[in-house]
């Protein structure tokens, strides 16, 4: 699909027993085409990102730049398969591609940490093994590579026909960026903004110390910005960012809420609160006893962004007692 002259949407399926796709872009330009961010690394996205660009009479080999919102695997994943065709060089924000080689090639190290963490945050020793390891199986879905263009907030990515401008955007990851399109007035969002689902902000070794204080920053510092459309990494294209920036702000604003009436009762763990929130799943409300270990494990890491957040601001504080963090209301 054309979004508009020159800019080509393609969906890239994600992998057999998930819903869903990825928008990938295609930026024509006099200089080469940029592509923004692929899909996941399976043969069946590969031969649909190779069907989107033929149906839109693109080339593989004109692609000279893929530009990585965020090195999530429905994002990077196919992006070293893509570039294994085209010759283009990878760029990405240089505090993401520092994630990379922990995440996907040396991952011992951080999955023993993300089990350290849920242990301190209170999930039981019969959970742990398998909340700890939900995210294994990701690991085969992604080609990784450490980008050959390192990004700052600031900088621009070109084709002599379009100049897309960087711009950091961490919280949903610590080195995500959206890319914004000044002459047509376009904001590719990456997960940064969806239209209609609230991207996951969770704590994790790899988030910073505050991920849910970094992306409310993160939502001010394009909110004034004048868009036309913007063209996010799933979902339908939009526009009335400033709207879609106060829903978002005012869900999360409720759910701060809900923590904080939680710790009315007691001093909690992240786990324990989490258990009495009402999550999500397949768009429906849904008991955190009824998730399975991966929507467990966010739940679990959502929570303890929403702590910290609440600890920055005050209204939070923790305590330790045998090596497990308890919260507390300080107001
Ligand atoms: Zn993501
Ligand atoms: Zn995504």
Redesign the pocket.
Known sequence: MEVVNGIHQIKVPFPKGLSGSTNAYVIEGEKGNILIDSGWDTPEALWAFREGLKAERLKFQDIKTIVIT?I?P??YGLAGKIKQLCGARVAMHRVEAGLIDSRYKDSAELIERVGDDLKCNGVPQGELLDLKNASLWMREFVTFEQPDIMLDDGDSVGNGSFEIQVIRTPG??LG?ICLYEPRKKLLFS??HILYETN??VGCNPQSGDNPLGDYLSSLQKIKDFKISFVLP?HGPVFNGLGLRIDKIISLHDERRKEVMRSLDSGLKTAYQIAQEIVWKAGGEGAAFDSLGPWNKRLAVMKTIAYLKLLASEGSAGSVEMNSVLSYISRE
């Open positions: 965020h999530h429905d994002h949903h990851s995500h990456g997960d991207p996951v990494g």
